[in-house]
């Protein structure tokens, strides 16, 4: 965001070092060049300082760009040829007043009518352009008479035409979307308009844009069929069209009295305008004494457009430090009614909401005090988001294990819930009992808490069978749903040519009738089933009557045998979200079609709304996310089960070695973006190192198979039981030391010493150098070496530096286990026959000794073994049994060293 005033001392400091340059005695070559440097750079800060204050420029007037003589030329000729089109125009706007003079006189007397009845009507509410009180304008309307001249500084403005707001040529404002300026102060924003919004529960359907070039904030008008979307500029003015097209009764159709004291509050409200903020909140302190000396609201018992209209009026004191300031003056004066409204405006969740929503264009976190925690690298704001009353819900089917994929939506709802000091749901979807168990549902229980995620509550779509039933019947009754028995494969067909079903006007008698029959599980209503009915035409085939309802007689494994007819996700859904409180409906990319038609039931219902936030899938390369295709490798025993490291599901990858925190920073990475990518394993695993190395103890392990012994002839002896102490990490002194045990008697690795030649000095990591003295070949190979250590050897001269065990005989046997992907195709196509792609290849294990040390590791510890990697323990040393250990990619196709596994590092 460019800070204008900063702006403007840079601009003044560059004219003035441009006069000082001019004022030199010699004009040298150097001089001159320097003088041009610097006008084109105050040129530029100018133009820059323009277009971020709505096009006015440094001196207050509108920002024009230096010309050349060629380009003013241009644009004369330019002017010359468009005159004649101006002067028709000007005669066209001169007449057009005249035909609309009558049609505004009378409307205006009518509404004088109507205010004067109102004024009488409410027993003091200001009439319009009065100052509201028990009939007493306040004083500053005293003291100008009826009609309130503005200021005289005021009084210069010019009108602002309703702006084009063009992008890239011919990009403009869409209907209902709205473009505010982000440097506007709060009370320059359509704070107004954006409260009803919320109050009518539409502010869902706006679509909130930043632009620094838009003079006034500007709403785009829902067109008629061919017409260009209209262009709604001022905060009232938004407010009463969005009023007006919204369905709830309470704000859109009131009583013509209550409606003429709405519009007289709110025509005193606009009439504080020109004012300064003292001199307007001192009006209404007066006014709101009389007004409200009895009542809480403008208007009836309830909070209306009035109340919203004035409290924008007081320069929409929500936040804490605003709120701070006004409630000081309104205590100074003792406007005690003026006060206690004013507190109650301020922390209503409609106002809350709505400034969050108009400051939030600017990335601002903190609305009526709450100050909230910046957001985590990657993500972004949660639209509408109000702290404290944010509600998320993650509904997962129980009809299989949580995969990465889930484990990125149940994070990124997890997150926003505490983040805006909220609650997270977690709804078990279980609206389909022929693929729910109670297994799936007990395992998406324990997997939550593999990732940290402790719900506020859980729920299940099951507890609301009985209202969703409620609400289909309702849908049948209005007209709005009814039964079908056409075959499925030729409803799919119809849908897909727009073809209506032949019972689309089933009499409403008729559909609940059927309706009953399949819910009561008879075999003759196994053919029916509820289809919403919306627009066969739709362009959005999900607005194609989709089904609602269908008969199943498979026991449900919560609810029995009680229901025999179960409702579609898609009715559910919506519904329970409404009902359960959520605030934000995180969904993936791939329901963008559905959201309409989920906007649609919560509307024909008349369900509190729901605000929808869209983000993309996770998807990885070489890597099966479909529950019906990873089912299948469990039944043909490729793997041993949901939990086997290979799979994607959430106790696959923990047993993989996931470390929690990368798994969150690399979810977080992408934040709620709706761009659908195919990740690359390599890049998570790279961020998973960078975690698992901090806390990674280091050992060492010599391949169990092919390895060298080397004769140290000065090391200690082997009975002497002899030891170093050495650091569990070399950058954490808090993971402690062990001993390791140094003797003559040592055993290296065989790929290690190929080419190792005498007189050679090699580096045994934490122990120190040996000069090798004699090399034995056995098969042309090394079959042993002697050496000499080097108290004081040089580290950093020694090429090789080597892992190395004693040769005990009680070194522990450690199997080390790594894994490829199931599948050898990157991207699996939908029309791709995955069984065809399946890896042949996907496991191996290799057998080391490792160091002693090794025995006294955890089950799920993470360890590092040096120049081999990174490894989870899957099963610890114990009665003699061998350590299991799981090696965790790194991101790198190769390891540390020439210790290579038989498996890439996938």
Same mark, same amino acid.
Request: proline share 5%.
């Given at each position: 965001?460019?800070?204008?005033?900063?702006?403007?001392?840079?601009?003044?400091?560059?004219?003035?070092?441009?006069?000082?340059?001019?004022?030199?005695?010699?004009?040298?070559?150097?001089?001159?060049?320097?003088?041009?440097?610097?006008?084109?750079?105050?040129?530029?800060?100018?133009?820059?300082?323009?277009?971020?204050?709505?096009?006015?420029?440094?001196?207050?007037?509108?920002?024009?760009?230096?010309?050349?003589? !060629?380009?003013?030329?241009? %644009?004369? *000729?330019?002017? #010359?040829? +468009? /005159? @004649?089109?101006? &002067?028709?125009?000007?005669?066209?706007?001169?007449?057009?007043?005249?035909?609309?003079?009558?049609?505004?006189?009378?409307?205006?007397?009518?509404?004088?009518?109507?205010?004067?009845?109102?004024?009488?009507?409410?027993?003091?509410?200001?009439?319009?352009?009065?100052?509201?009180?028990?009939? !007493?304008?306040?004083?500053? %309307?005293? *003291?100008?008479? #009826?009609? +309130? /001249? @503005?200021?005289? &500084?005021?009084?210069?403005?010019?009108?602002?035409?309703?702006?084009?707001?063009?992008?890239?040529?011919?990009?403009?404002?869409?209907?209902?979307?709205?473009?505010?300026?982000?440097?506007?102060?709060?009370?320059?924003?359509?704070?107004?308009?954006?409260?009803?919004?919320?109050?009518?529960?539409?502010?869902?359907?706006?679509?909130?844009?930043?632009?620094?070039?838009?003079?006034?904030?500007?709403?785009?008008?829902?067109?008629?069929?061919?017409?260009?979307?209209?262009?709604?500029?001022?905060?009232?003015?938004?407010?009463?069209?969005?009023?007006?097209?919204?369905?709830?009764?309470?704000?859109?159709?009131?009583?013509?009295?209550?409606?003429?004291?709405?519009?007289?509050?709110?025509?005193?409200?606009?009439?504080?305008?020109?004012?300064?903020?003292?001199?307007?909140?001192?009006?209404?302190?007066?006014?709101?004494?009389?007004?409200?000396?009895?009542?809480?609201?403008?208007?009836?018992?309830?909070?209306?457009?009035?109340?919203?209209?004035?409290?924008?009026?007081?320069?929409?004191?929500?936040?804490?430090?605003?709120?701070?300031?006004?409630?000081?003056?309104?205590?100074?004066?003792?406007?005690?009614?003026?006060?206690?409204?004013?507190?109650?405006?301020?922390?209503?969740?409609?106002?809350?909401?709505?400034?969050?929503?108009?400051?939030?264009?600017?990335?601002?976190?903190?609305?009526?005090?709450?100050?909230?925690?910046?957001?985590?690298?990657?993500?972004?704001?949660?639209?509408?988001?109000?702290?404290?009353?944010?509600?998320?819900?993650?509904?997962?089917?129980?009809?299989?294990?949580?995969?990465?994929?889930?484990?990125?939506?149940?994070?990124?709802?997890?997150?926003?819930?505490?983040?805006?000091?909220?609650?997270?749901?977690?709804?078990?979807?279980?609206?389909?009992?022929?693929?729910?168990?109670?297994?799936?549902?007990?395992?998406?229980?324990?997997?939550?808490?593999?990732?940290?995620?402790?719900?506020?509550?859980?729920?299940?779509?099951?507890?609301?069978?009985?209202?969703?039933?409620?609400?289909?019947?309702?849908?049948?009754?209005?007209?709005?749903?009814?039964?079908?028995?056409?075959?499925?494969?030729?409803?799919?067909?119809?849908?897909?040519?727009?073809?209506?079903?032949?019972?689309?006007?089933?009499?409403?008698?008729?559909?609940?009738?059927?309706?009953?029959?399949?819910?009561?599980?008879?075999?003759?209503?196994?053919?029916?089933?509820?289809?919403?009915?919306?627009?066969?035409?739709?362009?959005?085939?999900?607005?194609?009557?989709?089904?609602?309802?269908?008969?199943?007689?498979?026991?449900?494994?919560?609810?029995?045998?009680?229901?025999?007819?179960?409702?579609?996700?898609?009715?559910?859904?919506?519904?329970?979200?409404?009902?359960?409180?959520?605030?934000?409906?995180?969904?993936?990319?791939?329901?963008?079609?559905?959201?309409?038609?989920?906007?649609?039931?919560?509307?024909?219902?008349?369900?509190?709304?729901?605000?929808?936030?869209?983000?993309?899938?996770?998807?990885?390369?070489?890597?099966?996310?479909?529950?019906?295709?990873?089912?299948?490798?469990?039944?043909?025993?490729?793997?041993?089960?949901?939990?086997?490291?290979?799979?994607?599901?959430?106790?696959?990858?923990?047993?993989?070695?996931?470390?929690?925190?990368?798994?969150?920073?690399?979810?977080?990475?992408?934040?709620?973006?709706?761009?659908?990518?195919?990740?690359?394993?390599?890049?998570?695993?790279?961020?998973?190192?960078?975690?698992?190395?901090?806390?990674?103890?280091?050992?060492?392990?010599?391949?169990?198979?092919?390895?060298?012994?080397?004769?140290?002839?000065?090391?200690?002896?082997?009975?002497?039981?002899?030891?170093?102490?050495?650091?569990?990490?070399?950058?954490?002194?808090?993971?402690?030391?062990?001993?390791?045990?140094?003797?003559?008697?040592?055993?290296?690795?065989?790929?290690?010493?190929?080419?190792?030649?005498?007189?050679?000095?090699?580096?045994?990591?934490?122990?120190?150098?040996?000069?090798?003295?004699?090399?034995?070949?056995?098969?042309?190979?090394?079959?042993?070496?002697?050496?000499?250590?080097?108290?004081?050897?040089?580290?950093?001269?020694?090429?090789?530096?080597?892992?190395?065990?004693?040769?005990?005989?009680?070194?522990?046997?450690?199997?080390?286990?790594?894994?490829?992907?199931?599948?050898?195709?990157?991207?699996?196509?939908?029309?791709?026959?995955?069984?065809?792609?399946?890896?042949?290849?996907?496991?191996?294990?290799?057998?080391?000794?490792?160091?002693?040390?090794?025995?006294?590791?955890?089950?799920?510890?993470?360890?590092?073994?040096?120049?081999?990697?990174?490894?989870?323990?899957?099963?610890?040393?114990?009665?003699?049994?061998?350590?299991?250990?799981?090696?965790?990619?790194?991101?790198?196709?190769?390891?540390?060293?020439?210790?290579?596994?038989?498996?890439?590092?996938?």
């Amino acid at each position: 965001m460019v800070d204008l005033n900063s702006l403007k001392d840079e601009i003044s400091s560059i004219g003035n070092k441009i006069k000082e340059l001019k004022n030199m005695a010699v004009k040298e070559l150097t001089v001159t060049d320097e003088i041009g440097k610097n006008v084109q750079d105050l040129l530029a800060k100018k133009q820059l300082y323009a277009e971020h204050n709505n096009g006015i420029g440094i001196d207050g007037k509108p920002f024009a760009k230096n010309m050349t003589k !060629a380009e003013k030329k241009k %644009q004369a *000729q330019a002017q #010359k040829q +468009q /005159q @004649p089109n101006q &002067q028709q125009q000007n005669q066209e706007q001169s007449q057009a007043p005249k035909a609309e003079n009558a049609s505004k006189k009378a409307a205006k007397k009518a509404e004088k009518a109507a205010k004067k009845a109102a004024y009488k009507a409410g027993g003091g509410a200001p009439a319009a352009g009065s100052g509201g009180g028990g009939g !007493a304008p306040p004083p500053q %309307q005293q *003291q100008q008479g #009826k009609k +309130q /001249q @503005p200021p005289p &500084q005021l009084a210069q403005k010019k009108a602002v035409p309703p702006p084009t707001m063009k992008r890239g040529g011919g990009f403009q404002v869409k209907p209902l979307q709205m473009v505010i300026n982000p440097n506007a102060p709060i009370e320059d924003r359509p704070v107004v308009a954006l409260a009803m919004a919320v109050l009518t529960n539409t502010d869902i359907d706006l679509e909130l844009t930043s632009d620094h070039r838009i003079a006034q904030a500007t709403l785009g008008g829902e067109a008629e069929a061919g017409d260009e979307t209209p262009q709604i500029v001022g905060d009232l003015s938004m407010a009463r069209y969005l009023v007006a097209r919204s369905d709830k009764n309470e704000f859109a159709s009131v009583s013509n009295s209550q409606q003429a004291l709405q519009n007289a509050w709110i025509d005193y409200a606009s009439s504080l305008k020109p004012l300064s903020k003292e001199q307007a909140l001192k009006g209404i302190g007066m006014t709101l004494g009389h007004a409200l000396f009895t009542k809480t609201y403008l208007v009836g018992e309830s909070l209306t457009f009035a109340d919203v209209a004035l409290f924008g009026a007081m320069a929409w004191p929500s936040q804490s430090s605003d709120l701070a300031a006004v409630t000081a003056a309104l205590q100074a004066n003792d406007y005690t009614a003026a006060l206690r409204w004013t507190t109650m405006m301020a922390s209503h969740p409609a106002i809350r909401k709505a400034t969050q929503l108009a400051m939030g264009v600017n990335g601002t976190t903190e609305v009526g005090g709450d100050l909230l925690e910046p957001l985590v690298s990657g993500m972004n704001l949660l639209e509408g988001a109000v702290p404290g009353n944010v509600v998320t819900r993650f509904p997962p089917e129980p009809s299989g294990y949580l995969h990465i994929g889930h484990a990125k939506a149940v994070l990124l709802n997890d997150y926003y819930a505490r983040r805006y000091k909220g609650r997270l749901i977690v709804r078990f979807d279980d609206t389909n009992p022929s693929k729910e168990k109670e297994e799936y549902q007990q395992s998406i229980v324990e997997d939550l808490k593999l990732l940290g995620v402790d719900p506020d509550v859980v729920t299940y779509t099951s507890d609301y069978f009985k209202a969703i039933f409620g609400y289909a019947l309702s849908m049948i009754e209005n007209g709005t749903a009814y039964m079908d028995d056409t075959p499925q494969e030729q409803m799919k067909l119809e849908r897909a040519d727009r073809v209506e079903s032949k019972h689309r006007n089933m009499p409403p008698e008729e559909a609940k009738e059927k309706f009953l029959m399949m819910n009561s599980g008879k075999e003759e209503g196994a053919a029916w089933c509820l289809r919403a009915k919306i627009d066969m035409n739709s362009d959005n085939g999900t607005l194609r009557d989709p089904v609602l309802f269908r008969q199943n007689l498979e026991p449900h494994h919560r609810s029995g045998t009680t229901y025999k007819a179960y409702p579609t996700y898609d009715l559910a859904c919506p519904i329970v979200d409404s009902l359960e409180g959520v605030t934000h409906a995180l969904r993936t990319t791939e329901y963008n079609d559905r959201d309409e038609q989920y906007q649609w039931i919560q509307t024909t219902l008349g369900l509190r709304r729901v605000r929808i936030h869209s983000f993309s899938r996770v998807n990885f390369m070489y890597t099966v996310l479909s529950k019906r295709k990873l089912a299948w490798f469990v039944e043909q025993g490729l793997v041993e089960g949901w939990g086997d490291a290979r799979f994607p599901t959430v106790r696959g990858v923990v047993r993989r070695g996931v470390n929690l925190d990368a798994l969150k920073t690399f979810i977080y990475s992408q934040g709620a973006s709706r761009r659908v990518v195919n990740m690359d394993w390599s890049k998570f695993w790279a961020e998973n190192k960078k975690e698992i190395d901090k806390q990674a103890k280091r050992f060492m392990a010599i391949d169990a198979n092919t390895n060298v012994p080397l004769k140290v002839t000065n090391g200690p002896a082997i009975d002497s039981n002899s030891y170093l102490s050495t650091a569990n990490h070399p950058k954490d002194p808090s993971l402690g030391s062990r001993a390791l045990r140094i003797g003559q008697d040592v055993i290296l690795e065989t790929v290690d010493v190929e080419g190792i030649q005498e007189g050679e000095e090699i580096v045994l990591l934490r122990w120190g150098v040996v000069k090798i003295t004699k090399v034995t070949q056995a098969n042309g190979n090394v079959g042993s070496l002697e050496g000499e250590f080097i108290p004081d050897g040089d580290y950093k001269t020694a090429k090789r530096k080597l892992s190395w065990m004693i040769q005990t005989g009680s070194n522990p046997i450690v199997e080390l286990t790594e894994f490829d992907h199931l599948v050898t195709k990157d991207k699996l196509e939908e029309e791709d026959n995955f069984a065809d792609y399946v890896n042949p290849t996907t496991l191996a294990t290799t057998q080391v000794m490792g160091d002693a040390g090794l025995k006294t590791l955890q089950e799920h510890e993470i360890i590092q073994l040096e120049r081999r990697g990174f490894f989870r323990v899957d099963r610890p040393y114990r009665d003699g049994k061998p350590l299991i250990l799981y090696m965790i990619p790194d991101g790198k196709t190769k390891s540390m060293s020439g210790m290579t596994g038989k498996l890439a590092h996938h």
